[in-house]
């Protein structure tokens, strides 16, 4: 598509600001109108990023403005009517995990999408992190062999559990952190596996919230694809930050570490077992210390070094 891509936000609350960084950073891409239910708080955004256009209708904003995309940012309960309105006007869209709530009502905005030939994207952002793209590489290529287990690890504390807002859509039902921080290791789930058998889920430490909801700070899910099995661990209870994808094959193993911004892979040799443990080793030892420097994080810039 020729010229500036004119982009819109519909929802400014806390990770619109991500949004708004990347598209600023963006060549040949111009944010040019925000959209909020609360308009002080869309004005107060569009000042910040220096938006002129600012609604608190989505309709409206779609009529008054040649729109390219919009990102949707809104919580998920409101995902599927909003793109479907945006769809319908034209407009390609770029939505915030996870998609919707409801199986059916995605497919029918994939479908919306095609008939329009429009673009329609969810926001998986740590698919797209260096580690795991060369975890994904190295397990689509079969240098691990056949498959035998995949673990992803999320233990990363959630303040919102225990500072609020309360209201927060993800802590109004114990279930629904699993669809707004879970996709997370869903997603990578689906991308290196398929669809699973779901065996087991199990959930405990409960917290009682203000609300009278119980949120539970530990989930395990137990499933298995393809003659896999597939471990999902989340904890969210304040502790040391784990985010860790490991796969295990029949030639080696695999771990993307996203916490530390690390990948190491680990093949066995066919050497006798202490050559093999020293080769692997050593192995190991240079490709942690090649990484090393590039593991710091620029704030400023928002992104992982170089």
Known sequence: MAGRLRAGIVGTGYIADWHAKVLASTPDVELC???????????????????????????????????????????????IALTRDILESGVSVLLEKPMGI???????????????????GVSHNFLFAEPYERLRADVKAGRLGPLDTIDIVWRRELPAVFLGPFSTWF????????LEIG????????????????GALHADRALRLPTGVDFYRHWHVRSSCGG?????????APAFDEHVIHVRGGFGSATANLSDNTYLLNLGTGSSIDFDRHSR????????????????????RGEWGR
């Open 33 to 79: 109108a925000v959209c909020d239910l609360n308009e002080s708080r869309a004005r107060a955004f569009a000042a910040r990023w220096g938006v002129k256009a600012c609604f608190g209708d989505l309709r409206r904003m779609l009529e008054e403005q040649q729109l390219d995309a919009v990102h949707v940012l809104t919580p998920p309960t409101s995902h």
């Open 102 to 120: 409801d199986a059916a009502e995605c497919g029918a905005l994939v479908d919306l999408a095609r008939q329009r030939r429009l673009a329609l």
């Open 228 to 236: 896999a099995a597939i471990n999902l661990d989340f904890s969210f």
């Open 281 to 300: 080793v050593r192995a190991l030892g240079k490709q942690l210390r090649k990484q090393a420097t590039s593991t710091h994080f620029d704030k400023q």
């Open 183 to 198: 996709a997370h290791s869903i997603a990578a789930m689906l991308d290196l596996a398929g669809e699973p058998e779901i």
């Open 171 to 178: 802590l109004r039902d114990p279930a629904a952190v699993l």
